[in-house]
């Protein structure tokens, strides 16, 4: 079957830095994908990974080993504002997300 | 307005009731897709078309149907409503199937309680 692990919920402190993962097993790859999600609204795009390496975006970056089957979402200089979920999901071979269960994030002062 | 709406925002509906969730974009993209949310659990496809005219099952089909007549509208109708169909549904597009075009913008999303 096809799965993907993600943490259910970490804590953090404004001003620091986090890194969530993500591992992941599916039919096939066709790139990886984080979104941010704040409680009651719609997922919002992040960051798109199809090769090894890390792409930054500002204060996210997301990091990909294909071999691993592996991810990361890395946030720095944490504000009050990245408190959210962080969903993390993967295209398989029939160009369809699957998703995990996504990370609550909690930031505190 | 730029994006995806949907409605109803909110929704309580009886077992047993039939019900459609609209979904329009504005985007002129290729590809939508229903998704339903449920707490513990990641997004779960329920039908996607990749263009219009064409419709395909997702990972939770069952007790759901689809239709694409044109680029903009994707609704979602549920024949005979059961207390499992309790969820959040999302509805998403994307331009395509390849590269930058496969990131998918959400619409704000419809609550349903079954009763």
């Known amino acids: 079957g096809q799965n993907i692990d993600q943490p259910t919920e970490m804590t953090a402190t404004e001003g620091a830095i986090v890194q969530i993962n993500c591992t992941y097993q599916t039919s096939g790859f066709n790139g990886l994908f984080w979104y941010q999600q704040h409680a009651g609204e719609a997922p919002t795009f992040l960051s798109y990974n199809v090769l090894d390496g890390l792409e930054e975006k500002g204060r996210f970056s997301s990091f990909l080993s294909r071999s691993k089957g592996y991810s990361y979402l890395l946030l720095k200089e944490l504000q009050m504002k990245d408190s959210a979920s962080y969903l993390c999901?993967?295209?398989?071979?029939?160009?369809?997300?699957?998703w995990g269960a996504g990370t609550k994030l909690i930031i505190k002062p | 307005i730029a994006g995806i709406t949907q409605a109803p925002t909110s929704q309580i509906l009886a077992a047993g009731r039939r019900m459609t969730l609209r979904c329009t974009q504005d985007m002129r993209h290729n590809a939508m897709y229903w998704y339903r949310q449920d707490l513990g659990l990641g997004l779960r496809l329920i039908h996607y078309s990749n263009t219009a005219g064409t419709t395909g099952k997702g990972e939770v089909p069952d007790g759901y149907s689809v239709s694409r007549a044109n680029t903009d509208d994707f609704p979602l109708t549920l024949a005979s409503a059961v207390p499992s169909q309790t969820s959040v549904y999302f509805c998403a597009s994307s331009d395509g199937l390849a590269g930058g075009n496969l990131i998918q913008f959400f619409g704000p999303g419809t609550r349903l309680t079954v009763l």
């Open positions: 999901a993967v295209l398989d071979s029939n160009y369809q997300l699957i």
